[in-house]
């Protein structure tokens, strides 16, 4: 029996990789780094820790003391943390941070990546686990894309690329081929609201990996809250990148989905280029 460690921050995703590996007879350590982690890792991880992000020396210890190799790192942690500033953070925490040329997403998580790896650690695919949530090609929902959503779903995915070569964000929200909104800091949910609201309804969201997604981190995801988010500010269409992006809680967001008369769809490059 494997030992796998779980770095988790925000949302359903760590619980999904926990109950996945579970499955396939592992033992999973679980080290949930902010406080509102999902109360469930609590109940049904093999061994749990709950330890502040700021103390990355602390998790790193923890991982050896419970003989931890491979490691994945799943569920949000926001990045406006580095922004309002860590509570106490500790020396480790403070070296990495200090090393950072830059505070992209795709920085900050290949400088705890580097240091994972000088300490003994394998940080694995976020996928490994997660692949059946990760829908191919298709209209999922019972509503289909008019014409002119499938025009704003292919301006939206060449949009949300642009925007992740850049490392900006993931997320688009599009109406009549003009971006309502970019994901940056404030992260999907926030974004799909203010799209949603300044697009006032039927806004497109459009969700893709990066063009040179290290899938190691940052694989992006859709699930209940993404739908709630759409609910609220009036968006009817979601599109994700068919197998390339986790969309956990299916059954239940597509029964939402139905409910409310929203489109979701996974589309890729192909699509994108007919």
């Known amino acids: 029996m494997a ?23 592992h033992e999973v350590v679980v080290i949930a780094v902010v406080s509102d982690y999902d109360t469930t890792l609590e109940q049904e991880a093999d061994v749990f820790y709950h330890i502040s992000v700021a103390k990355v020396g602390k998790i790193f210890k923890t991982l050896q003391k419970e003989q931890v ?4 790192m799943l ?28 505070r992209k997403d795709d920085t900050i998580m290949l400088a705890l990546v580097d ?37 704003d779903i292919k301006f939206g995915f060449e949009l949300a690329k642009h925007m992740g070569g850049l490392d900006i964000g993931q997320t688009v929200v599009v109406k ?22 300044l697009g006032r309804g039927e806004s497109v969201v459009v969700k893709t990996a990066k063009p040179d997604q290290d899938v190691r981190f940052d694989v992006p995801a859709v699930g209940r809250k993404t739908l709630q988010s759409m609910i609220d500010s009036g968006c009817t269409v979601l599109a994700v990148e068919a197998e390339r992006t986790i969309f956990v809680e299916q059954e239940a967001v597509l029964d939402m989905a139905n409910k409310k008369g929203i489109v979701i769809c996974a589309v890729d490059e192909a699509f994108v280029g007919k």
């Open 3 to 25: 030992r796998v460690g779980l770095i988790a921050g925000i949302g359903i995703l760590p619980v999904e990789f926990m109950r996945a590996a579970h499955l396939l007879g």
């Open 69 to 72: 190799k491979d490691i994945t």
């Open 75 to 102: 569920g949000k942690v926001t990045k406006e943390l580095l922004f309002k500033g860590l509570t106490f953070p500790d020396m480790k925490t403070l070296s990495i941070l200090n090393k950072l040329k830059n």
């Open 115 to 151: 240091e994972l790896e000088k300490e003994g650690f394998t940080v694995v695919d976020q996928t490994t686990y997660l692949k059946p949530f990760m829908p191919a090609v298709g209209v999922l929902s019972k509503k289909q894309p008019t014409q002119e959503q499938w025009e």
């Open 176 to 197: 009549h081929k003009a971006a309502m909104a970019i994901e940056a800091i404030e992260g999907t949910d926030a974004c799909i609201k203010r799209g949603g609201e």
